[in-house]
């Protein structure tokens, strides 16, 4: 088995392989993530007014509404459990429990025919294009890097973008519970120097939070509205602590480019208002997959041509 791995010609596909299995698993992430998120911000928000309504100096009609707080927190701790992993996968329709048969990644999509094997309702397209994707881009790095911590890097960065950037697309959150983790787990990685010195890694890190950070609050400061959020600094800190400070200015440069076309279209094409926001998550991310793979040529290309 050893020996098997690290063949050139087989761990690409041992990559691709294993790809298509966390892509399945990418897409509970992406469900459920934002649903955990919500259940809990609801029962902190509870418990933070019926404490406020429990103080001497809160007003009257709050001291009145303590009583119903109070049974709406234990009606929000008596939902029943609901993580990654429980309760199982089921239909949205009829909530017909999803068998390890009908879960197969792509091929039960196929042999269904993109529909429920129950109540024949139609499966978004989106579960097997997540899965699609995270095969290919795993079989790439498979191809790329070959069998090394390197690979290993890659493929965790990997994933990760692509759960943010689904994530930030359905919802426009972007979860500390995948950027902040993130951020640490590149400055382990390049602790050894996996995929960018230290110092870079460090650096990288830094300058992502800062960068955007500051054109935050020029905006904010210029025209008093908000631009992006905070989740945007925090998935470039992940992206410059992974692959180093020199890749940010081509993740910045790419990233602020697509966006700024896909928003224009979305405008002009598609009647979309400038009010509404658009998530730059998705952008940050295929640009950082974009650096990942090609990022060196880029540089390259770009200063030579400076």
Same mark, same amino acid.
């Given at each position: 088995?050893?020996?098997? %791995?690290?063949?050139?010609?087989?761990?690409?596909?041992?990559?691709?392989?294993?790809?298509?299995?966390?892509?399945?698993?990418?897409?509970?992430?992406?469900?459920?993530?934002?649903?955990?998120?919500?259940?809990?911000?609801?029962?902190?928000?509870?418990?933070?007014?019926?404490?406020?309504?429990?103080?001497?100096?809160?007003?009257?009609?709050? #001291?009145?509404?303590?009583? &119903?707080?109070?049974?709406?927190? =234990?009606?929000?701790?008596?939902?029943?459990?609901?993580?990654?992993?429980?309760? #199982?996968?089921?239909? +949205?329709?009829?909530? $017909?429990?999803?068998?390890?048969?009908?879960?197969?990644?792509? %091929?039960?999509?196929?042999?269904?025919?993109?529909?429920?094997?129950?109540?024949?309702?139609?499966?978004?397209?989106?579960?097997?294009?997540?899965?699609?994707?995270?095969?290919?881009?795993?079989?790439?790095?498979?191809?790329?890097?070959?069998?090394?911590?390197?690979?290993?890097?890659?493929?965790?960065?990997?994933?990760?973008?692509?759960?943010? $950037?689904?994530?930030?697309?359905?919802?426009?959150?972007?979860?500390?519970?995948?950027?902040? +983790?993130?951020?640490? &787990?590149?400055?382990?990685?390049?602790?050894?120097?996996?995929?960018?010195?230290? =110092?870079?890694?460090?650096?990288?890190?830094?300058?992502?939070?800062?960068?955007?950070?500051?054109?935050?609050?020029? /905006?904010?400061?210029?025209?008093?509205?908000?631009?992006?959020?905070?989740?945007?600094?925090?998935?470039? $800190?992940?992206?410059?602590?992974?692959?180093?400070?020199?890749?940010?200015?081509?993740?910045?440069?790419?990233?602020?480019?697509?966006?700024?076309?896909?928003?224009?279209?979305?405008?002009?094409? $598609?009647?979309?208002? #400038? =009010?509404?926001?658009?998530? /730059?998550?998705?952008?940050?991310?295929?640009?950082?997959?974009?650096? %990942?793979?090609?990022?060196?040529?880029?540089?390259?290309?770009?200063?030579?041509?400076?």
């Amino acid at each position: 088995m050893p020996a098997l %791995l690290t063949e050139p010609a087989v761990f690409p596909w041992l990559c691709l392989l294993l790809g298509l299995l966390v892509g399945s698993f990418l897409n509970v992430v992406i469900h459920r993530l934002p649903i955990m998120l919500q259940r809990e911000w609801r029962t902190q928000a509870v418990e933070v007014l019926t404490d406020w309504a429990g103080e001497p100096g809160a007003p009257e009609p709050a #001291r009145g509404l303590k009583g &119903a707080l109070e049974r709406l927190a =234990q009606s929000l701790q008596a939902l029943p459990r609901y993580t990654l992993v429980v309760p #199982r996968s089921a239909c +949205p329709a009829c909530k $017909a429990p999803i068998g390890a048969l009908h879960n197969i990644p792509l %091929l039960s999509y196929i042999a269904l025919r993109g529909r429920c094997a129950k109540c024949r309702h139609r499966i978004g397209v989106r579960y097997p294009l997540v899965e699609l994707a995270t095969g290919v881009l795993s079989g790439l790095i498979g191809w790329k890097f070959g069998f090394s911590a390197a690979a290993a890097a890659a493929l965790i960065f990997t994933w990760a973008m692509i759960a943010a $950037a689904v994530i930030d697309l359905d919802t426009q959150l972007l979860p500390d519970d995948i950027t902040l +983790p993130m951020v640490w &787990a590149g400055l382990l990685f390049n602790l050894f120097g996996v995929l960018a010195p230290l =110092q870079s890694a460090l650096i990288g890190a830094m300058a992502g939070y800062l960068s955007l950070w500051a054109v935050y609050w020029l /905006f904010k400061l210029t025209t008093g509205k908000e631009g992006m959020g905070y989740g945007d600094f925090k998935l470039l $800190a992940a992206i410059g602590a992974f692959l180093g400070w020199q890749m940010l200015p081509v993740v910045i440069l790419l990233s602020s480019l697509v966006g700024a076309v896909v928003g224009i279209c979305l405008i002009l094409f $598609a009647g979309r208002q #400038r =009010q509404v926001p658009i998530p /730059f998550g998705p952008y940050l991310a295929a640009a950082g997959l974009l650096a %990942l793979f090609f990022g060196p040529e880029i540089n390259h290309t770009y200063l030579r041509f400076l």
